[in-house]
């Protein structure tokens, strides 16, 4: 049987305090091959690293999220710098920029850029979350990837025309159950269909965004089948390539030159 490995989870929300080790365990026995914790804050970043010191498929991803750059202790870098010590943390995320209501633009830019550089000294791999900020993080990008960082668009919610800025860069673009609600259809599946293979990443980001049939419930990693599916209907390929395709492409991106850990089970 084929298994899905999700790039992008939030397991330590409080969504998942009344069963949260039940619920990964029941993953991981089932459909799910593994997933990457991600951070958005100092706390939630070391809560995504003991969480996948916990468990051997899951790995973690640590950083501010733009929407909470504000108020931070100011030995934030070391602070991020000394969780990405454990051998389970394989990148630098979720990191960016978000012009969405209220927001302080100078500040999100010098945090993005400051731990842009951490991941250039650690030699790590960045998820990005933009929002309305396309064209800031584009300039962002291509003086990083100049610069050797690979890079991840998470949740992608742009049009095809960045896609293809995007792959020139060989950025790596990942999809959420958004691309299969009804609403933006149009637009993700023109910008899914312009995406390269060998650049595409599934991913949940659970609890929220859980794809039709579950709308509106809390999401978990097995749903990004469905996200699988609607993928595979836009590449005219079948589910399972697709599953193997964006597993294979998240252990290039996110274990090669991870050399102080073991590789997620090879499914
Ligand atoms: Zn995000
Ligand atoms: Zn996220």
Known sequence: MIKLFDTHTHYDDSAYEDDRDELITRLLNGNVAGFIAVGCTLER???AVRLAEKYPPAYAAVGIHPQDVYNL????????????????????????????RKYD??????????QLELA???NLPVIIHSREAFSD????????????????CHCFSEDSEAVLSLAELGVYVSFTGAIAFEKNTEKAVNACKNVPLE????????????????????????????????????????????????????????????NHGTRPAET
């Open 105 to 114: 633009k100078t500040q999100q830019n010098k945090i993005f850029r400051e």
């Open 45 to 47: 970043s070391e809560k």
């Open 199 to 258: 650049l595409l990443l599934l991913e949940t980001d659970c609890p929220y965004l859980a794809p039709p049939p579950f709308r509106g419930k809390r999401c978990d990693s097995s749903m990004a089948w469905y996200t699988a599916q609607k993928i595979a209907q836009i590449k005219k390929r079948t589910t399972d390539e697709i599953v193997e395709i964006c597993n294979d492409n998240a252990m290039r991106f996110f274990m090669k030159g991870h």
């Open 73 to 100: 202790p100011p030995n934030y870098l070391q602070i991020l710098e000394k969780f990405a010590e454990s051998e389970k943390v394989v990148a630098l995320g979720e990191i960016g920029l978000e012009y969405f």
């Open 137 to 152: 993080t584009l300039e962002f990008l291509r003086e990083y990837t100049l610069k050797g960082l690979k890079f991840v």
């Open 120 to 122: 250039q000294s650690l």
